[in-house]
């Protein structure tokens, strides 16, 4: 399995004779309002995306599907429902297969436990985003454990801070590859909605063989945690030589095996 970070949380997943983007964001920089209550006014993205117009569209032509962890404007844009063919197939989580339905896609397939999808095995796994009333005002969201033939079990978290649900779907499904939305995303009130430091640190201790890629970092402005600040809390001998943090645009390779 192939996963390259376009921007934020938006990856390219090559594995099983498939390419599939995940929660794509692909507006310019600059495009969005900021996410408001966040001590700031700095437009979104904050970044531009790595690649230009011409490499973007040969990219989406290559494409075979595409996860989409929930709704938020961060994991699916208005670019988004511009840019992608409308019949390229989509999964989902049960909630939002309606809403994208109603935006013109036409092969929406929700994903409510496990399912076949592209010659891909999903497992859809819960998680909170956010804890306590934040948590509740953020809305559902769910990650996706994939099983590719001859690749490894890769679990894109999704959204999520440390939780019961998070902890379950690594006991339950012991991925050799977990994804991670870090960036400690946070309001000027309540706690952080993705994962920061301590979150990351229990999805190391709790997913001991797994590789863990930590994305989500300094694209929307209420992220508030940078790369080097988590690389610099996890020393190697505290699970920090399986933390692998790649820049925009980067692609990291695993081998084969479940």
């Not at 990856?11 to 983007?21: D, E, I, N, P, Y």
């Not at 011409?54 to 988004?80: E, K």
């Not at 429902?81 to 994208?100: G, K």
Request: glycine content about 12%; some cysteine.
């Amino acid at each position: 399995m192939d996963i390259q970070l376009i921007r934020h949380a938006t990856l390219v997943l090559r594995g099983g004779g498939r390419t599939v983007l995940v929660d794509p964001m692909l507006s310019p920089a600059g495009a969005m309002d900021p996410v408001a209550n966040a001590g700031n006014d700095d437009r979104i993205p904050l970044t531009p995306l790595p690649l230009g117009d011409a490499a973007l569209r040969a990219l989406i032509a290559t494409l075979d599907g595409v996860i989409v962890t929930h709704l938020h404007r961060d994991h699916w844009d208005a670019a988004a429902r511009e840019l992608l063919p409308p019949a390229l197939p989509i999964a989902c989580q049960p909630a939002d297969a309606e809403s994208l339905r109603a935006s013109g896609c036409t092969r929406v397939t929700p994903v409510d436990g496990e399912a076949e999808w592209l010659g891909w095995r999903l497992a859809r796994t819960g998680g909170e985003h956010g804890r306590g009333e934040v948590g509740r005002k953020m809305g559902q969201v769910s990650g996706f454990v994939i099983d590719a033939a001859g690749e490894p079990r890769t679990w894109i978290a999704g959204d999520t801070v440390w939780c019961p649900a998070a902890e379950a779907a690594i006991a339950s499904y012991r991925p050799r590859v977990a994804v991670v939305n870090a960036g400690a995303a946070q309001f000027l009130e309540g706690g952080p909605i993705t994962m920061d430091v301590d979150d990351v640190r229990e999805v190391l201790r709790a997913a001991p063989g797994a590789t863990v890629v930590a994305v989500h970092f300094a694209t929307v402005n209420h992220c508030r945690l940078s790369r080097g600040a988590l690389r610099g809390a996890i020393p190697d001998n505290a699970g920090g030589s399986r933390l692998v943090i790649p820049e925009d645009g980067a692609t990291v390779s695993f081998g084969t095996g479940g």
